[in-house]
Structure formats: C-alpha cells, structure tokens
C-alpha cells in the first residue's frame, strides 16, 4: 500500500517529486510577498489597510499547504482508495498514461502479481519535478515491482499499443497537459481504442476539462460513465481546483 501512516498503511520507499512544480512555487513566492507587504504597510503610514495584505497572505499559505498536502500524500490515499474499487484479480494487464515516477503505476503494480503494469510518458520536468524514465524505474525496483512493470516513450495522442490490449487503462493529472482540445479528444479516444471490452477506466484530472472528458467518453464505446469530486485530499491550493475522476468500462459487443 502506498500511503505511508493513513490507516497503518506501509511507506513508500520510492520518490515521487512534486506535480507541476513551479504552482507550488508560485503560492510559496505570493505567501512570502504578501506577509512582507504586511509588514511593510504596518511600518508605514497606511497601516490600516494591513488586513489586505494579510487576508492574501492567508490565503496563499493555506493553498500552498493544501497543494502541498495532495502532492505528497493526497493523491496517493485517494487513489489506492481507487484501485480499491477496482477490486482487481492480480493478473490483469494495466495501463498508466502519463506515469511520471509512477506513484500510480507502482501502486497498480503491487496489487498484480501475476499481471503486467505499463507506463508511457514524454518525461517532462514542468509537469513532474525530476521526471524522467530512469526515475520511474528506479521507484518500481524500490517498490519491489520491477519485474512486472514496462515502461515506454510515448505520445497520449498516439499509443504504441494494439486495440483491447489492456484490463485497466488509468490516467493521473496527466491528459489535462495535453493543451489543444482536439489533442485531449485523441488521447481519450486512444485510451479506449487500447481498452480491451469489459476493462475498466479511470481518469482523474482537473479542471474544466473533467467536462470534456465525459462529453468525449460519451461518444465513444464505454458504458457506466460517472463522474464525481475526490474531495479535498486532491485539493490543488483550494477548491476552485478541485481533482475529479471519470469512470468507465469499455462496452461490450
């Protein structure tokens, strides 16, 4: 299990980084500079107007905890509670789009002992701090998953793989980095393509574009479309950035 003291939960050995790193700076920076405009006002002639200040120094201090909260632990007990639901047998083949270090793909993978996870990803840096292919297979040998993980280069819009190769196809905070429409709808298209009948998809993201990912899905051939908020574990500095997970299965003929 992934998530280190919640419910006696073990520690995760591997490193994870932090998501979209220069957001967590931006609240750090605007915390820093809205508490040394306070004092400044307070020093100065203007010191009634000190509340401004503070409320923005509030503000953006308890974003940047909440942000900071669901990049190192959020995120990780709301998706074993997740992969929970999908109630997995151990020998599925599964799919993560977009993996990063893997913090859900190593988390998929030590619930198969006798299945596959695959990760594909362009290892960007600005999406994931320290993101690269070598990382993530460092975290699987930590993680003692190794042998039954596989990672691969890939474009989301364009998956290296055959139709219905997979049981599960998940997705974290990654298809949202993908920053034209048409590209999202290809990528989602794409992760159905690679689902095999009766295989389950989740896609957690944020945003608007959660809505275009169930009009998407609506067109295309999956059945028991749902969409639902994660709560605040997946809180990106408040609830005006809320995480949110569409479900799905792939229809069967």
């Known amino acids: ?48 107007w000190a509340w401004v200040p503070f409320l923005c120094a509030l503000v953006m201090a308890v974003a940047f905890v909440l942000y900071a909260h669901a990049t190192r632990r959020g995120k990780f007990t709301v998706w074993e509670g ?44 600005v999406d994931q701090s320290g993101n690269a292919r070598s990382v993530t297979s460092r975290n699987a040998e930590a993680e003692g998953v190794h042998d039954r993980v596989e990672l691969h280069t890939g474009d989301l819009r364009d998956l290296p793989f055959g139709d219905g190769e997979f049981d599960v196809v998940l997705s974290s905070l990654a298809i949202h980095n993908i920053k034209d429409a048409g590209g999202r709808r290809r990528a989602l298209a794409e992760a159905v393509r690679v689902l095999r009948p009766g295989g389950r ?44 997970v569409v479900t799905a299965s792939g229809r069967v003929a």
């Open 1 to 48: 299990m992934l998530s280190g003291v919640d419910g006696g939960q073990e520690r995760r050995r591997g490193a994870y980084g932090v998501d979209a790193p220069y957001a967590l700076f931006g609240l750090a920076c605007g915390a820093v500079g809205s508490s040394l405009a306070v004092i400044g006002t307070l020093l100065g002639p203007g010191m009634g």
């Open 82 to 125: 997740l992969l929970d639901e999908l109630e997995l047998r151990g020998d599925e083949r599964l799919l993560d789009l977009g993996c990063g270090r893997g913090a859900v793909l190593l988390a998929g993978a030590r619930r198969l002992p006798e299945g596959r996870a695959v990760g594909v990803d362009l290892w960007r840096g």
């Open 201 to 244: 998809l989740v896609i957690v993201d944020i945003g608007r574009s959660v809505v275009l990912y169930r009009d998407v899905l609506g067109e295309l051939p999956v059945s028991g479309l749902g969409v639902r908020s994660l709560g605040w574990r997946m809180w990106w500095g408040g609830p005006w950035m809320r995480s949110r």
